[in-house]
């Protein structure tokens, strides 16, 4: 798909500004190719389909991570909470080496690396890619539930929304009465 | 794209679970098809890229309202703030009548109809259209933005996430300190 150079558009700065009212929920990817393992933050994600469980989410082509995510088979898709926020500021700060701790990620028999601080954490493999623009659209279908730690100790997690550069927490004092 | 049917899959019910970890932003579509306008409410709606302004969402088959934005060449998309919540509420009740206040809404030139009461207005046009299991992944480019009445009031929009069947508010006290 080519947007053609003609065509009226927004501005650059009207765009990010229209998406400074639009929160997001943020998620931490991880993927591998050959022994090229890599892991990036993002705000896209979203569900597509319950019934099959698909997922989507953009990758632009700036991204450092970008040539492994658009050839992986399959993602590792990590929703973080106000405890694992952490994680999604090391897989959105640019330069930093992510998995220098070996304390903080396993492997999957599978070969993939996740971190077990996420509460939720989700194998899905990639059924199709789309480019749009300068970034590539997967379309991503959860084929496993990984048991992570932070899983497993059956505490309320407070979830975490990204909005005009400024991490969000949810919580009781944020629900709108109906 | 199919999924095969003897593929692994988590379980509805997991991947419903895995996504109340995974809070979203909230907007509010319109489009119109002939004489058929519509209106929904997504909480699938991302940026894809700034340069071209490019956004993503998904419409579910089972929306009562795919057919038209499956067909609809442009979409009008409304971000929601805690003062519009009654909108993105209208757009997400079946069996309402969307359009019955006709002091809610204007038509723009393009013919498509619009809601005055949120902050945030974009016309996009859809530039590309994939199918995903039950639902269809729509790329829109962003080609205007919409001066609505309530971007012209210059207040402060509280923006809104719809989180586990609830919808939250955020601000100063929802942030998490650096």
Redesign the interface.
Known sequence: ?T?EAM??????D??????R?????V?VLTAVVGDEHVAMTV????????????M???V?DLASSARVFNQADSVIIH?V??DS?WLAKLGATSGVTRFEDRRQWKVLPTGERYFTAA??V?RA?V??R?R????T?C?A?????VKSDAAADQAE?A???Y?NR??????D????AD
């Not at 979203?46 to 469980?53: G, L, M, N, T, V």
């Open positions: 798909m947007i065509t009226p558009s927004i501005s650059t009207e765009f990010k500004s229209a998406f009212n639009h929160p997001a929920g998620a705000s896209s994600l979203f569900s597509i389909s319950a019934q099959p469980p698909l989507g989410f953009s632009s929703m909470d106000a926020l509460p939720t989700v493999t059924v199709d789309v749009a623009g300068e970034s659209l379309v279908h959860a084929v496993e539930l997690h979830p975490v929304v909005h400024t991490w969000h927490r949810l919580g004092s944020s629900a709108v």
